[in-house]
């Protein structure tokens, strides 16, 4: 099996940790806004974004889900 490194991360679990606070902010106004319309959807696609890099580096699914939120 092959490791992959890259640069600039050196401890990607921690970096995506210190993220956090902002996926639980952007759940939180995504959860003040109509369920299933324009503003739900836009920070819908912010929250997919960083689920997307955490899983590319961390391969933890579901990294800033609800459970850890």
Known sequence: MVR??????GDPVR???DL???ARRL?????RCKPF???YYALAIAIEGL???????TR??????????
Request: hydrophobic share 25%; no cysteine; proline share 5%.
């Open 60 to 69: 933890r699914p579901h990294f800033y889900g609800e459970a850890r939120t």
């Open 37 to 39: 319309g324009r503003d």
């Open 20 to 22: 956090q606070p902002y």
């Open 27 to 31: 759940r939180e106004l995504q959860a």
């Open 4 to 9: 992959q490194t890259y640069s600039g991360i």
């Open 15 to 17: 970096v995506f940790e």
């Open 51 to 57: 689920e997307s890099a955490a899983y590319h580096f």
